[in-house]
């Protein structure tokens, strides 16, 4: 272990690698072979009354090989080897417990970061499991007062800091459950498919016990009073993709409380990154309730609490210093707009007529959409203001969306004025044309935006028609 330790602090992991690799092999070959535990390096100077028990061997052995387990989960995380990493980290959590060596702190918030990985696997059972195990066990160490109770300010802070931290892993165990049921249950124009759902629900009644039972021996962590706390805690959050709204709503609440828990911690003085991202998350939680909720009014009432909290940090935040998270604000407000918009759209629809103040509320998110894209597109610009010939990869697909969306806005805007009808049109066909020009000047865009670019050619030759029977009109 040490000479594992030594090679790695040099930055030689293979070298490391192969010390803790042998160490693992040393241990395995010892508890078959010979299975007592064996004697502790210091007990060779010491006196036969000093000895130490069985047990206390035992305790120290098993510890030398949590830590080859650890530092294994660490090297191999060095070199990319993710799952193994993950599947050493897990067991080193669960030794750990068992042996009663650890750290609760950061005990738990090794348990928050495997969760993450469990995440990016879809395994939300797993990653529920080391989340509830993290909460428990973490709760434990606010609980244990220190020696002398001579907790620094720092200390609390510090432990405050690890609480807020558990909980924006808890955000991302519920967005990822619920943005992961969205792609099962959407259609191809992206709402709820109402077929897909039953098949889903009936599918979903035949294999709950089964699955649960088989894999739950898997992963569980610690001893049994700290089982049942866990398995209580599990229990206030599903881990089973939510099929309807009052389902995602039970999750979409349990995300929201965590939010609300690490933002008190990560406030904007002093947290401005952290902080904006737990409210996009936030956001990004308020927009995939909204579609599992099937009536209109309601799903633009939600689409306003994301305006209202996004705008409320935009404003305040200067693009100089926040470049990056300045243009993914403003391409988020753009979007939501244009969703709002398309939704009072949809409930026009249903009226006999379009009253006036439907279309000045239809007008109005359009324009508000607009003026975000253009926002976003002009942060786009060199100092010069002019826009790039090229487009760099990672702005590339969100400029010619925010493009190909100003075009679809200004085709919706509702005019009885001809003249502002031609002009908008007309404005909408430039845009449209940019993205046409534009793959035939640089062919590797193409991959990036082919649907929209399939749209783009369409409208191109249809509107110079449109706009010449209306030119007509006002002859």
């Known amino acids: 272990n040490n000479l594992g330790i030594l090679w790695s602090l040099r930055d030689e992991i293979k070298t490391a690698q192969t010390y803790l690799e042998s160490a693992e092999a040393l241990y395995n070959q010892y508890m078959k072979e010979d299975g007592n535990p064996p004697l502790d390096p ?21 510890e030398a090989y949590t830590h080859t387990l650890y530092y294994l989960a660490q ?116 709402e709820l498919d109402p077929d897909r759902q039953l098949e889903l629900k009936a599918e979903r009644k035949k294999e709950e016990d089964e699955k649960e039972k088989g894999r739950k021996k898997a992963v569980l962590f610690g001893t049994s009073d700290i089982c049942d706390s866990v398995l209580a805690m599990e229990e206030k959050v599903s881990c089973v993709f939510p099929l309807d709204f009052q389902e995602a709503r039970e999750i979409f609440l349990v995300g929201q409380n965590y939010v609300l828990e690490a933002k008190e911690f990560f406030q904007v003085d002093g947290y401005v990154t952290d902080h904006i991202e737990i409210v996009q998350d936030h956001s990004a939680l308020f927009k995939v309730l909204a579609f599992f909720e099937e009536d209109y009014e309601r799903r633009c009432k939600m689409h306003k609490r994301r305006l209202d909290m996004l705008e409320s940090i935009y404003v305040d935040l200067n693009p100089q210093y926040y ?15 244009y969703e709002m918009m398309d939704l009072k759209i949809a409930i026009g629809n249903r009226l006999e007529e379009l009253d006036s103040h439907t279309i000045k509320k239809i007008n109005s998110l359009a ?94 030759d249809l509107l110079p028609t449109r706009m010449e029977r209306l030119r007509a009109k006002l002859l």
């Open 42 to 62: 210091s007990e060779h100077f010491m006196a036969e009354e000093e000895k130490i028990t069985d047990q206390e061997r035992s305790k120290r052995f098993e």
């Open 75 to 190: 090297v191999y995380q060095h070199l990319e080897m993710i799952e193994k990493a993950a599947q050493y980290c897990h067991t080193t959590l669960k030794r750990q417990l068992e042996y009663c060596g650890y750290n609760p702190v950061e005990w738990a918030l090794n348990a928050a970061t495997l969760s993450q990985y469990y995440l990016s696997k879809q395994s939300f059972m797993e990653a529920r499991h080391c989340l509830a195990a993290a909460s428990v066990i973490f709760s434990q160490a606010v609980q244990v007062p220190s020696a002398e109770d001579s907790e620094t300010e720092q200390d609390q802070q510090d432990l405050r800091q690890r609480k807020a931290e558990i909980a924006r892993c808890w955000i991302k165990y519920c967005l990822n459950l619920l943005q992961s049921a969205r792609k099962l249950l959407e259609d191809n124009i992206g």
């Open 367 to 460: 324009q508000l959409a607009i003026k975000y894209y253009e926002l976003f597109l002009d942060s786009l610009r060199n100092p010069d203001k002019v826009f790039p010939e090229q487009l760099e990869e990672d702005v590339l697909r969100p400029a010619m969306v925010a493009k190909f969306h100003i075009a679809r806005l200004y085709g919706k805007l509702i005019t009885s004025d001809n003249k502002k009808q031609l002009e908008n049109m007309q404005t909408s066909l430039e845009y449209y044309s940019f993205l046409v020009d534009y793959c035939e000047k640089y062919p590797d865009a193409v991959h990036a935006i082919e649907t929209e670019l399939e749209l783009s050619k369409e409208m191109v």
């Open 323 to 337: 470049l990056l998270i300045s243009r993914q604000l403003q391409f988020e407000l753009a979007d939501t707009y």
